[in-house]
């Protein structure tokens, strides 16, 4: 039997935190779908399809990786392709707050036996988030090493 996991996030920008997470946990699993969610409410900086190329881009190195996008409720998606696990980042514990209560949450709405399994951050990338890359590279300052170096590019480009 395969064992697949699902690891979703907006990835706007996908950051070396990000990356961590799905290297690690790669070798956990069989497959890993990074999941891009696609939320409306929100105005992101990259669209879906700089979102998809540059998460393949960063992850191509790891054979067992696909990467695909979604909307509407996770739990939906798991149920639908029949996920094994979501994997969930946890940087501190205001992020275990609030990943919690979605992971119960969505426990009651999967149909199968997913498993929410939470890694914490590589403590070098435990203060890094998409939303403070943004807004550092937006005034000018440097974040390199921060996210990989194709997504610094993009953003770079993408916010002259």
């Known amino acids: 039997m395969k064992h697949t996991a699902l690891y979703a996030g907006s990835f706007d920008p996908i950051t070396n935190g990000h990356l961590n997470i799905i290297e690690r946990a790669s070798s956990m699993f069989d497959f890993i779908t990074v999941g891009i969610i696609l939320n409306r409410s929100k105005t992101p900086l ?5 979102r998809l190329d540059i998460v393949r881009n960063v992850t191509a190195h ?3 990786v696909r990467v695909d996008h979604f909307e509407g409720l996770l739990a939906d998606y798991v149920n639908r392709n029949g996920f094994d696990a979501v994997i969930r980042g946890l940087r501190a514990t205001s992020d ?4 919690i209560q979605m992971a119960q949450m969505n426990a009651r709405l999967y149909t199968g036996n997913t498993e ?3 890694l ?5 990338y435990s203060f890094i988030s ?3 890359i943004k807004e550092v590279v937006s005034f000018g300052g440097d ?4 996210l990989p170096e194709y997504a610094l590019q993009v953003i770079r480009s993408k916010m002259k």
Do not use: K, W
């Open 143 to 146: 974040v390199t090493g921060l």
């Open 46 to 50: 990259l669209t879906l399809e700089e």
């Open 120 to 124: 914490m951050t590589d403590p070098r």
């Open 130 to 132: 998409s939303s403070l």
């Open 62 to 64: 790891i054979p067992n």
């Open 96 to 99: 275990f707050e609030y990943e």
């Open 116 to 118: 929410t399994i939470f």
